[in-house]
C-alpha cells in the first residue's frame, strides 16, 4: 500500500521561507517523477512543481519559479519543496503525489 505523508507546512509571514517534507513508502520511490501540487481555499488543484526520477531535471509553475525549489532524496525515499519568498496567494494546501497516489496535504498559511 503506498502511502505518501507530507509535513513541515505551518503558518508564516509573508516574505518568509518553509521547507515541506514527504515521506514515501509502499512504492519503488526512485522509479516515481513526483509532484507537488497544491489547493487553494476555494479554488481548484494547482501543479507546483515536478521532480524527474533522479532529481536531475525539475519543473516549476510560473507561480513558483525563482521561489521554490523541489529535491529528493532517493535513499531515503523522501520528497522536498523549499518555499521562500512565500505570499498570501501561497495559502492552500499542499499535496505530494506521483499522479496516481496521493498524500492527505499539509496547510500552508502565509499571513501577518
Known amino acids: 500500500q503506498v502511502q505518501l505523508v507530507e509535513s513541515g507546512g505551518g503558518l508564516v509571514q509573508p516574505g518568509g521561507s518553509l521547507r515541506l517534507s514527504c515521506a514515501a513508502s509502499g512504492l519503488t520511490f526512485s522509479s516515481y517523477w513526483m509532484y507537488w501540487v497544491r489547493q487553494a481555499p476555494g479554488k481548484g488543484l494547482e501543479w507546483v512543481s515536478l521532480i524527474d526520477t533522479s532529481g536531475g531535471s525539475t519543473y516549476y509553475a510560473d507561480s513558483a519559479k525563482g521561489r521554490f525549489t523541489i529535491s529528493r532524496d532517493n535513499a531515503k525515499n523522501l520528497l522536498y519543496l523549499e518555499m521562500n519568498s512565500l505570499q498570501s496567494e501561497d495559502t492552500a494546501v499542499y499535496y505530494c503525489?506521483?499522479?496516481?497516489?496521493w498524500g492527505q496535504g499539509i496547510q500552508v498559511t502565509v499571513s501577518s
Open positions: 503525489t506521483t499522479m496516481a497516489d
